[in-house]
Every structure is written in C-alpha cells, then in structure tokens.
C-alpha cells in the first residue's frame, strides 16, 4: 500500500515513539561525554607567528606580494622538515634555545613527531604565517614553539631568496583545544535522535498493516463502519485466561461507547433492506477481535430494546461461552447433530434482550455442520423469533466455514486490527467473500491506538465490568467493555 508521509505523519510517529528517541539520544550523548572526558588524550596547543616579506621599501605592491610569498612559504614549511633541527630539541633555557634531542627522544619527540604536530596557515590573507603546535603535553608545546619561531625564519631566509622573515609572537603555555567535548556530546545527542526517529519512519513506511481509515477506504470497495478505540487498564486482575466477572471498575471512552453506537445505527439502517435480519461478523485471521467486536456489538444492539441473539459458530477456537460466563455444555454444535433442540440449548436473557448459543463442544466436522439442512431450520427459525441475529464464525483466511454460511445471511461484517492485519490478507478474505456472491455489510478497524491519532474527545462516561479477550487460548490485554450497569444472571448459566 503507498502511504502518504507528511507534516501529521511525522508529528504522529514522533508522538507514538518520543520516549524511544529521547532515551536513544541521552545514552548516546551520556557515552559520548564520557568517552571524550575520560577516554580520549587532551589536545593542547601553542601558536606562534612570524611575518614574511620582501626586502626593500614597503610598498602596496609588495604587501600584496607578502601575501604571496607567505602562501608559498606555507608550502615549504608543509612539504620540508628541514627547519627542524637533527640535534637538539628545541628547549628555550634563559636566552638560550638549545637542549640536547637525545634527553627528550625517549619520549617520542623525534623529528616525524614534531612534524606531524605543526599546522600552517597564513592569517587573514597577509603575510603573518602563524603555526600552531599540537600536543599532548601544554609545556612541550611551547618549547617546541620557541624554538621553531627561530629556526623557521632562518629556514625561510635561505631559501626564499630576496625575503625578510621576522618573529612576531613567542608561544605560550598550550591551552586545550580538543577534544571538543560538548560540540561532539551535542552532535551524539541529535544523530541518535534523528537515526532513532528514522528507524521508527522506515518501519512505519515499510508497515503493510492496518491503520489509517482514509487509506482503508481507498484501498477496499467496502462501507468502513467505525474505528473501536484501545482501553487501557491497570495491572489489577490481569490474567492469562479471560475474566469470569462482569463486576469491577473498568472505565470505557466516550469515543469507544459512540463507535458501537454507530455501527448499531448503521446496522439497523441497512438490514431491513437485505434478505433477513441475520449477519455474520469475523475477521481475515485469529486475534483480530471479531469475538470482542460481536460481545460488545450485541450488548450495544440490546440495549436499544430489540430482541437479540448471538451464536458462536466459531466450533474450531469458541470464545464467546467465556465472553459472557456461560458453560459450554451444550450448544451450536448439539443442535445440528441433531443432539438437542435450540430450546434446550440457547442461554435466555444473558443481558436483556440479549440471548446466548454457544458452540458446544467442538464437533470433527465444523464445516460439514454449517453445510447441512440442520443450520438451514436452525436459521429459518431464529430469524422469525429475533429481531437481530449474529454469528460469531471462524476467520476467513484461514478455514471456510465463514463462507459456507454467506449464502444464507444478510451479509458480514469484516473486523481488522490495528497494527497486525496486512493489507494483503484484508483484500484476500474480501475476495474470498466475493467469491462466493457474500455481501460486506461493512468493515471495522479494531484496537486503534488512540494516542496515535489526533482524536481529542470529552471523557463523561465509565462503565462497570470489563473482559479479557482471548482467541484461541491467548490472552489479550484487559479493557472495558461498552455499556453502563449490565449484569450477568449467573444462575441463568445453562439456558
């Protein structure tokens, strides 16, 4: 899918993963700091300058022509090493600028070694040559200086031919000049915040999953019916199987309680006008929340006075018995292998209005149930008793009992998550509905990081129960469920 990549694309990545760039940039310029304060030798430097001109009268011409010979004196000084002496280290003891090399060669300074500390430069286009001494010992560099000055003017006296060379400055003890400590932390500080930042870009660019409405609905010829915002919870309760109490202090959105509202009204719009009053809702592949989407659907749809039944028809991995605290005794697959009646097996008034028939337990042959006569009477009979009736089916891509049922239902509601379902298998599983004539009663993007997002709604409602999702025997994170004061009759757990 080609993605868009602007100003709220940018503001949006930076806003998801700004503790990840922060913390990468810190470390980066906290070693940064170290490594340069205690790892790396201190650079000390001296600097001293002598003026190159011509013999004679001065003149603008031959001020101009300084320029000239300085710059040709740079060159010298750079390619020759001839002003460095073989004999003595340049040492300035009292008048005296003579020191035996030998007591000092111990120590490294031999003549490559003074060479490759010296920098030339001509200063601002005049004929000052100044010459920069650079080291690890600020004593040193000042010696060495002192001599040089001497032993530089004499070099250039003779070999530049018609020259004056004159001392202009002693060196100095050396002031530190490197490492450049906090100009290198700075930079460590912002190349970790941009590489950070960039490595976050590219996955989002390289992402192929769901996330974006807009590119949702210009990439699928499907109605898009809403976004079902992720709740946060707190750790409190947390556990590895679903919860089996609809009691706590689960807090749910505003913008999740409007979301199933919406796709209640839509819903309610455009059933009237298909063949029957009964829909599916599933999902291209596991732990997409098809399960989550028909528990919170359903209560939503009862809720507004209309008799409700929702059947588990997923017989390969049930959830919804877990969902809403039933036994899973009887059910869905009891009544096509003509083992009980729907009467026997339908758990009345789970929430009113709203009516249970699990899966029962898992038959061997899903699909050659939800292909025989007996899903034929059973859906003949309930679309008369109910005012609305879903199945919650199996995944799309993934097994074909979704698409054995579509020939005989007003349709299906596709459910995709956040961040895990590719585009590829969303367009899969719509083909494979096309594929045998079924209709797409809409599509919903489930778990949407809000933060992600610039959604900005007024929080006014909390809700008093909370679930867990699971699918398949893994558990999901904790939220809240949509609506205010449902409870469970749990001595209504086997009808």
Request: hydrophobic share 40%; proline share 3%.
């Amino acid at each position: 899918m080609g993605k868009t990549f602007g100003i709220s694309e940018i503001l949006a990545i930076l806003k998801r993963h700004w503790v990840w760039v922060l913390a990468v940039a810190l470390i980066l310029g906290v070693v940064t700091l170290g490594f340069f304060s205690f790892s790396v030798e201190k650079t000390y430097t001296s600097t001293i300058a002598v003026y190159i001109c011509s013999t004679g009268e001065i003149t603008h011409s031959n001020a101009l022509m300084s320029q000239e010979v300085a710059g040709s004196a740079v060159v010298l000084l750079t390619m020759s090493d001839d002003y460095i002496s073989d004999n003595y280290l340049p040492i300035k003891e009292g008048e005296t600028i003579r020191t035996e090399f030998s007591d000092y060669a111990a120590k490294g300074y031999g003549k490559e070694k003074i060479k490759s500390m010296l920098e030339f430069t001509v200063v601002n286009n005049t004929g000052v040559i100044r010459v920069a001494i650079n080291g690890a010992d600020k004593e040193m560099t000042k010696d060495i200086g002192n001599s040089l000055r001497d032993s530089i003017c004499q070099y250039l006296k003779g070999t530049i031919v018609g020259t004056e060379v004159k001392p202009v400055t002693s060196a100095k003890t050396g002031v530190v000049t490197g490492p450049a400590v906090f100009r290198n932390t700075a930079i460590a500080f912002v190349l970790g915040a941009l590489i950070t930042y960039a490595v976050f870009a590219i996955m989002y660019i390289l992402d192929n999953t769901i996330k974006d409405e807009e590119t949702f609905k210009s990439a699928f010829d499907v109605p898009f019916l809403g976004e079902i915002p992720r709740i946060a919870q707190g750790t409190k309760g947390n556990s590895k199987k679903p919860s089996t109490s609809y009691s706590g202090g689960g807090a749910a959105s505003f913008r999740f309680v409007e979301t199933f509202k919406s796709i209640r009204t839509a819903l309610f719009y455009v059933l009237p006008t298909m063949k029957n009053n009964i829909f599916a809702i599933s999902s291209p592949g596991e732990r997409e929340g098809k399960s989550t989407i028909t528990f919170n659907l359903s209560a939503s749809m009862a809720e507004a006075n209309v008799r409700v039944l929702v059947i588990d028809a997923d017989m390969r991995k049930p959830t919804i018995a877990k969902y809403f605290c039933l036994e899973n005794k009887t059910g869905l697959s009891k009544i096509l292998s003509r083992q009980c009646t729907f009467e026997d097996a339908v758990n009345k008034n789970v929430v009113p209005n709203l009516d249970i028939l699990t899966s029962g337990p898992i038959p061997p042959n899903p699909s050659e149930l939800l292909s025989g006569e007996a899903i034929d009477q059973l859906l003949s009979y309930v679309k008369d008793k109910y005012d609305y009736v879903i199945i919650d089916t199996a995944p799309i891509n993934i097994v074909t009992d979704s698409l054995l049922l579509l020939n005989k239902i007003a349709g299906i509601v596709v459910v995709s998550r956040y961040g895990t379902t590719p585009y590829n298998e969303m367009q899969k599983a719509i083909d494979s509905i096309s594929s045998v004539n079924g209709t797409v009663l809409g599509s919903v993007i489930n778990d949407v990081i809000i933060a992600d997002k610039a959604y900005s709604y007024k929080k006014g409602y909390k809700y008093t129960y909370k679930y867990s999702y699971s699918y398949g025997g893994h558990s999901d994170r904790k939220v809240a469920t949509t609506f205010q004061n449902i409870g469970i009759d749990k001595s209504n757990t086997n009808k």
